[in-house]
């Protein structure tokens, strides 16, 4: 929003303060840095910037007909790629066969299951399908689960030495 107007840059206890001339209103305030430093304020730009996301780009007929399937392919692509997958087109020809076999929603969700455990083989993929839906599905910590628990008798740990070995209290 600042952009072509004149700011006066202010250095006051350590912290850079940048005014907007026009209207006397600081519009920035940083802490100083070294030289070559830079100090930026993700607020001053709309939040964080993203990190840098390439998307598949799908080279052969075998990765056109995978990336078809959605995102959790794409997922799974780019994480085997990622990961160095060297064996990826032959993995593409196995997993159309398991798709063949299994059918596309099965394929799909082993496929999401493969990425949520980085799992980035078509032998991977086929085990998940082998495994069936009786899998655990983990899912992320809940709230902490407090119970009243009932009272116990307690004893002291003299009842437990040696010579008292066979003895019933």
């Known amino acids: 929003r600042l952009i072509g107007t004149r700011v006066a840059v202010t250095e006051e206890g350590g912290r850079l303060l940048i005014c907007d001339l026009a209207t006397g209103e600081i519009v920035a305030d940083h802490l100083a840095v070294a030289p ?18 390439r998307a598949a780009r799908p080279r052969t007929t075998a ?16 994480g085997s790629a990622a990961a160095g997958n060297t064996r990826l087109a032959g993995d593409l020809v196995e997993l159309a066969a398991l798709q063949a076999a299994h059918g596309e929603q099965a394929l799909i969700a082993a496929l999401e299951r493969a990425v949520t ?31 009243e628990l009932p009272p116990v008798p307690t004893r002291s740990l003299t009842e437990y030495t040696l010579d008292k070995i066979g003895q019933v209290s």
């Open 63 to 78: 990765e056109k007909a995978f990336l078809a399937l959605g995102p959790a392919a794409e997922a799974f692509l780019t």
């Open 117 to 147: 455990f980085r799992r980035w083989r078509a032998e991977d993929v086929r085990s998940i399908l082998a495994a069936g839906a009786g899998t655990p599905q983990p899912a992320p910590a809940g709230q902490a689960l407090v119970l």
């Open 36 to 53: 070559g430093e830079a100090s930026v304020a993700d607020e001053h730009y709309g939040g964080p910037r993203p990190a840098p996301r």
